[in-house]
Nanobody, 121 residues
Framework: AQVLVESGGGSVQAGGSLRLSCAAS????????LAWFRQAPEKERERVAS???????RYLDSVMGRFTISQDNSRNTLDLQMTSLNAEDTAMYYC???????????????WGQGTQVTVSL
């Protein structure tokens, strides 16, 4: 089974940057799609960025140009570099792994415990 552990969350002022990291263990071959989701209080969990077996990153429109997802297959890690953060980015961020073609949150079978990102004005 996949085990995912996130790190790197914290508090930052608007306009600042944070880098999240997810360490994955287990058999990656069955779950080639990796993603970052986030969930703000009283809101649906939404996919922020993902990268599949094709290596092509995909982003939520509101983070395009500000967030960058990257994976290091040698270290089995998935990072999310976040810049120009604003208050709307405040949420719990989760790392997730799923099968090829996974896009919706119910497609992803493995989740980390989450890391909090708080952006203050």
């Amino acid at each position: 089974a996949q085990v995912l552990v996130e790190s790197g969350g914290g508090s930052v002022q608007a306009g600042g940057s944070l880098r999240l990291s997810c360490a994955a263990s287990g058999n990656r071959n069955s779950f080639p799609t990796l993603a970052w989701f986030r969930q703000a209080p009283e809101k649906e969990r939404e996919r922020v960025a993902s990268i599949g077996g094709d290596g092509i990153p995909r982003y939520l429109d509101s983070v395009m140009g500000r967030f960058t997802i990257s994976q290091d297959n040698s270290r089995n890690t998935l990072d999310l570099q976040m810049t120009s953060l604003n208050a709307e980015d405040t949420a719990m961020y989760y790392c997730a792994a799923g099968p090829g073609g996974a896009t919706m949150r119910w497609d992803f079978h493995h989740w980390g415990q989450g890391t909090q990102v708080t952006v203050s004005l």
